[in-house]
């Protein structure tokens, strides 16, 4: 029995959390913790994002040169034992326990990645032989108080490139992330002046080979080549696997007209806009971390550039600030500010959603943030589908109704075909109104509630398609 016109259709919007693993920002609290201890963080951050209803946990697996799974090309990161090259203790594989645990919450993984930076000022612990600065020590520079990988090696590329693919390889994540670190934000000395990047072995290298760039713009094609590379490689290895940059919110002064701040196009190296325009993502999220009345941010203007600029129609989002709220600091935002960021994103035209930096705004529940959220979220939604990836609709399931002795009754099903599933979703009717629920991908049943009258089932694959409803009849 087919009745899918009847079915309303589900809300298709981002809604996601970056969890930040650097100097301990979101998880684990502190380095050091007992396995069980640092699981049962975890869990309590996933369950936040599932009761508030959001669909993705972008979770930096790899904030400088070690790493938070079982790698076999980078050591431990010391955010996890406090030691780097030592895995958390009693042992566990972070990484592998997060997409497990994710996916039966119904959220997304997407592990992030920053791509140069080799070692952060808050680890003290002492450098593991395994560590690419003792391993390729001329690819590694310090720069300030940090070590850098320097994009302008070919090695480095190779190296950044083999730890991403190795993740997407040996582990079920759903997505790829970056954000806004490319070359380095700059560095001062002790007498404040501004220090250049120390790339000039790899420069000169170019230079003999007959490069004709200038500095900086060799320095953006570096990024650029990386970029691509990274996009290129992820879909010749899982074609499902999202690639998503969060680079920062202003491309350039004066896009749009009237705007002023950070150049990242001249700090960073990073031409983001060419990114987005040659399709080199599925995802972009600018990190739009101003308020909407900022006279030269203004988020709505921003968010609206952006959107124009998505000439080849990736999922275009917005990254929030949402751990501005109520920070302690004399320039603390209200926890509407947020909301209302949200509901400008959803009037906004080719916008699809938005990501909140970072977890702890909502672990903590800073300023009420979570109520407004809840609101905001009042019905399930699953991230839209990537049509340039796939447009094929999966075969909807084959659906029984059994009755139970107590009077009750389970829908049950199974997938017709080997289609990659992302989850299911079960949409019932009762007392006049209609229900969606979302059930993970290894899910094959479902108990209505007894006021159920009609019920179907429908898959959704991993690039985001939704097959046709396959129905239950009358219960």
């Known amino acids: 029995m087919r009745r899918e016109?009847?079915?309303?259709?589900?809300?298709?919007?981002?809604?996601?959390?970056?969890?930040?693993?650097?100097?301990?920002?979101?998880?684990?609290s502190r380095p050091g913790l007992p396995s069980d201890v640092q699981k049962t963080e975890l869990l309590a951050i996933l369950d936040r994002a599932a009761e508030l209803k959001f669909n993705v946990i972008v979770l930096q697996v790899r904030p400088a040169c070690a790493v938070l799974y079982d790698s076999r090309i980078e050591p431990w990161s010391e955010v996890l034992s406090g030691t780097m090259g030592m895995p958390?203790?009693?042992?566990?594989?972070?990484?592998?326990?997060?997409?497990?645990?994710?996916?039966?919450?119904?959220?997304?993984?997407?592990?992030?990645?920053?791509?140069?930076?080799?070692?952060?000022?808050?680890?003290?612990?002492?450098?593991?032989?395994?560590?690419i600065s003792r391993r390729r020590p001329e690819l590694v520079k310090q720069y300030g108080r940090y070590l850098w990988l320097d994009p302008g090696e070919p090695d480095v590329v190779e190296h950044s490139l083999s730890v991403m693919l190795e993740v997407v390889k040996r582990y079920d994540v759903d997505g790829v992330h970056i954000d806004d670190y490319f070359y380095p934000y700059k560095e001062r000395d002790e007498k404040g002046n501004i220090l250049d990047f120390p790339d000039e072995p790899s420069w000169q290298r170019y230079r003999r080979s007959g490069g004709r760039l200038?500095?900086?713009?060799?320095?953006?094609?570096?990024?650029?080549?990386?970029?691509?590379?990274?996009y290129r490689e992820i879909k010749s290895t899982k074609r499902w696997v999202k690639f998503g940059i969060s680079p920062f919110g202003l491309w350039r002064p004066g896009y749009p007209p009237g705007t002023r701040g950070f150049d990242a196009y001249a700090e960073l190296y990073a031409d983001s806009r060419k990114w987005l325009q040659r399709g080199w993502c599925d995802y972009y999220v600018p990190q739009l971390y101003f308020k909407i009345d900022n006279p030269n941010l203004s988020y709505p203007a921003l968010l609206q550039w952006w959107v124009e600029q998505n000439t080849r129609g990736?999922?275009?989002?917005?990254?929030?600030?949402?751990?501005?709220?109520?920070?302690?600091?004399?320039?603390?935002?209200?926890?509407?500010e947020i909301a209302d960021q949200v509901r400008l994103t959803r009037?906004?035209?080719?916008?699809?959603?938005?990501?909140?930096?970072?977890?702890?705004?909502?672990?903590?529940?800073r300023g009420g943030i979570c109520k407004l959220i809840r609101d905001l979220h009042a019905q399930p939604a699953l991230v839209p589908p990537a049509g340039w990836l796939s447009r094929s609709a999966p075969p909807s399931p084959a659906v029984r109704t059994v009755y139970l002795a107590d009077g009750g009754v389970r829908l049950t099903w199974e997938v017709r075909d080997k289609h990659p599933i992302g989850c299911w979703i079960?949409?019932?009717?009762?007392?006049?109104?209609?229900?969606?629920?979302?059930?993970?991908?290894?899910?094959?049943?479902?108990?209505?509630?007894?006021?159920?009258?009609?019920?179907?089932?429908?898959?959704?694959?991993?690039?985001?398609?939704?097959?046709?409803?396959?129905?239950?009849?009358?219960?």
Not at 96 to 117: Q, S, T
Not at 314 to 336: I, P, Q, Y
């Open 347 to 365: 009037k906004q035209k080719g916008a699809l959603g938005n990501i909140h930096f970072s977890a702890r705004a909502f672990m903590q529940d």
């Open 426 to 475: 079960v949409a019932y009717r009762s007392n006049g109104e209609w229900y969606m629920q979302v059930l993970p991908a290894t899910a094959s049943s479902y108990t209505l509630p007894p006021s159920a009258k009609l019920a179907f089932v429908s898959l959704v694959d991993r690039y985001g398609n939704q097959s046709e409803w396959a129905g239950a009849g009358a219960t």
């Open 5 to 28: 016109q009847s079915v309303p259709e589900i809300q298709r919007e981002y809604r996601g959390m970056w969890v930040a693993t650097v100097a301990n920002i979101d998880w684990p």
């Open 88 to 131: 958390p203790e009693p042992y566990y594989d972070p990484l592998a326990f997060a997409v497990e645990e994710a996916h039966k919450r119904c959220l997304e993984l997407h592990a992030w990645f920053n791509p140069y930076r080799a070692r952060h000022p808050s680890e003290k612990s002492e450098i593991h032989p395994q560590h």
């Open 214 to 230: 200038s500095r900086d713009d060799w320095r953006r094609q570096n990024v650029d080549r990386f970029v691509e590379r990274v």
């Open 314 to 336: 990736r999922h275009m989002l917005a990254g929030n600030f949402t751990s501005k709220v109520a920070d302690g600091s004399n320039t603390a935002w209200d926890a509407a």
